[in-house]
């Protein structure tokens, strides 16, 4: 791809983020002896790869895509990064990284982490799943919904995005951010049970997986979840979901939900858990 100037790259990020897409923002912000980097410079980079922009090219550019790419993964950045461009590595110490290039001097980099927002996943497009579309506004999340019947997919409103998709069948096609939050909340238990183990059978990475359920509910789902996926991770399954303060309407579920994901994401602990009662 030919490398495109500073204003192309600003505008891709803002192309990126409508599309909702996370990205890394990676700048030249210092320069010392020869080489191919210029300062202010700007390289685009997303899960697939550059995008637009340029760090200098060869190795470093290589170098600075792999970094990128992790922490889009680790959802983080503000990292700055010194690397030697010196054949004998005469400008590394512990603070600075090898890049095998003979140009001179080192360049320094730093990584600017651009996220969409908290990425949420409700199956099931019924009462709750309309009651979260009504409470997310103003809380960082981007709504996704998935249902397994039509007629709920297209009067679902509040939703980024609305997917029609059989239960049954597996999720490894469906398009789920990395990192995402997933609520299962169907018109049953059978199928919620079958989103369960799709889920883990996509073997998504995911923040929180809460699922509305009984206890009797779910140590059945444990049970045969275990038989079903031997090596699923049930460490971050919320079953039954929600903190236990009380109601059963809806909205109230909901915002019993939506208190025990902020608690996990903002790392709050001390709080009664539904799933922990006995």
Not at 42 to 55: D, H
Not at 163 to 173: E, K, N, R
Request: proline share 3%; aromatic share 8%.
């Amino acid at each position: 791809m030919k490398n495109q100037p500073t204003g192309d790259t600003i505008t891709d990020l803002v192309r990126v983020r409508g599309e909702g897409r996370d990205s890394v923002l990676v700048t030249v912000i210092a320069k010392e002896g020869h080489g191919p980097a210029i300062v202010q410079t700007k390289m685009l980079v997303t899960a697939e790869g550059r995008i637009s922009g340029t760090v200098g090219g060869g190795a470093i550019e290589l170098i600075a895509i792999k970094k990128a790419q992790a922490l889009l993964a680790e959802c983080r950045g503000g990292i700055v990064e010194k690397y030697d461009l010196t054949a004998d590595g005469q400008s590394a110490g512990a603070d600075v990284t090898r890049t095998g290039m003979v140009c001179g001097g080192s360049v320094t980099l730093f990584y600017e982490y651009h996220g969409c927002g908290e990425q949420l996943v409700i199956f099931g497009a019924g009462h709750i799943g309309r009651a979260f579309a009504r409470a997310l506004p103003g809380l960082g999340y981007r709504l996704t919904v998935v249902d397994s019947r039509p007629e709920y997919i297209e009067t679902f409103e509040g939703a980024e995005s609305a997917i029609c998709h059989d239960y049954a069948a597996s999720f490894s096609g469906l398009s789920i951010p990395g990192n995402a939050w997933i609520v299962i909340a169907t018109h049953s238990h059978a199928l919620d049970y079958q989103v369960l183990e799709q889920v883990f059978r996509a073997g998504w990475k995911t923040r929180y997986v809460g699922v509305v359920a009984s206890r009797s509910k779910r140590d059945r789902f444990f049970g045969d979840l275990a038989k079903a996926v031997p090596a699923a991770d049930m460490t971050n399954v919320f079953m039954p979901c929600g903190l236990n303060i009380g109601g059963t309407l809806p909205e109230e579920i909901v915002v019993s939900i939506l208190a025990e994901m902020q608690s996990v994401r903002y790392g709050k602990g001390g709080h009664a858990h539904m799933k922990d009662r006995k």
